[in-house]
Every structure is written in C-alpha cells, then in structure tokens.
C-alpha cells in the first residue's frame, strides 16, 4: 500500500491506523487463510473469530481510555 502524501486523507478513515492495529497480525493471518482457500471460507472460520474477539477487546479498551479523558480539560 502506497503512504498518502502529508496531510492528504486516507482513502477511507481507518487506512492510516490499520498497520498500527494491535490485531494486524490477526487481520493479515485471515487474509493470507482467505488467499489460500478461497473456495471454502469455512476453513477460515477460526482466524475470522480470534481478529473478531481482538478488535472487541481493542475497542473495548478504546472506549475504557476514553471514559478517563475529557473534552474541556
């Protein structure tokens, strides 16, 4: 994927955030099982439920951190 020119936007919002992922190595393990069995999904379900449980305990945590901060301080 080609780096955005400074203070370009991403083609879509999360591009810039998406290798910064704490599941990036679950998304790409899910792809590269994709890549291999394209026929059969099936085969893929278990790498599609650890990236799904990691990204719900990132935001999970996002939201958590969030709690803490606030808008006027």
Known sequence: MASTPRGAKPPYPSAARLADSQCYSQYTASLKCLEEFSSDKSKCQE?????????KKEREARLERNKTRSLFS
């Open 47 to 55: 790498h599609f439920d650890v990236y799904k449980e990691c990204k």
